[in-house]
């Protein structure tokens, strides 16, 4: 039972720059999260799909947007990258839209490296 | 909103030592409370997790946390700790009333010599 996989594990980008970011979620799961987790942070919710749809958001600029396709896999797309948006990127499933009896399951994120 | 708060942001113990990692929250309604651990060069993974029942709660490797809800803690222990057990420690809060995502605190990272 393939966990949350995640492409690519690592890469750099220049500033102005616009990355995309991919992840499948554990067998099962129909709902992803994305979470920014910049050197010595917890990792920051960004925001969250489910039925192909963003659900809820985070703190994060309308530079910062999703995807999530019918086969529940999901993009993270990020637009005019800044320095400040170094950080490992983590996506996240869970069966059914996050509720108190949910688990999330992490994927090994995406270091982004911007220059 | 909720947030999280992790005291200690760096841990050395000696193998067989007690371990005990604070966490306290702000949040004023009910909460779901976690720890998540990161292995060095693996994925967070969840070690325990409290939602509502008897506060002394157990996870896998010999791992507890206590909810207090008087103190807004959810500290986390472990009696003898290992080498193996050396990784960056996450605790985390969710509200049971609206959207369920969790917040993290920052991490603890603990480096346990043999």
């Known amino acids: 039972d393939a966990g949350v996989t995640q492409s690519p594990t690592h890469l750099i980008k220049t500033r102005g720059q616009q990355v995309t970011l991919r992840c499948s979620p554990k067998s099962g799961h129909d709902t992803v999260s994305w979470y920014q987790q910049a050197l010595g942070q917890g990792p920051q919710f960004i925001f969250q799909?489910?039925?192909?749809?963003?659900?809820q958001r985070g703190n994060f600029p309308d530079r910062f947007s999703g995807h999530q396709f019918p086969n529940y896999s999901s993009e993270l797309n990020v637009n005019a990258l800044l320095l400040g948006d170094s950080a490992l990127y983590l996506c996240?499933?869970?069966?059914?839209?996050?509720?108190?009896?949910?688990?999330?399951?992490f994927g090994e994120g995406s270091w982004l490296t911007v220059v | 909103a909720q947030s999280v708060s992790q005291h200690n942001h760096h841990v050395i113990l000696s193998e067989a030592a007690s371990l005990e990692l604070g966490c306290n929250y702000s949040y004023g309604g009910t909460v779901n409370l976690f720890w998540y651990v990161q292995y060095p060069g693996q994925h967070l993974q969840l070690l325990l997790k409290y939602f509502s029942g008897d506060p002394l709660v157990k996870g896998i490797k010999g791992f507890e946390a206590e909810f207090i809800k008087s103190k807004f803690s959810f500290n986390l222990r472990k009696p003898s700790v290992q080498w193996s057990d050396t990784a960056e420690y996450f605790c985390a809060v969710s509200s049971t009333g609206g959207s369920y995502i969790p917040t993290f605190g920052r991490g603890t990272s603990l480096i346990v010599h043999p």
């Open positions: 996240a499933s869970s069966r059914g839209r996050t509720t108190s009896g949910n688990t999330i399951y």
């Open positions: 799909y489910y039925e192909e749809e963003e659900r």
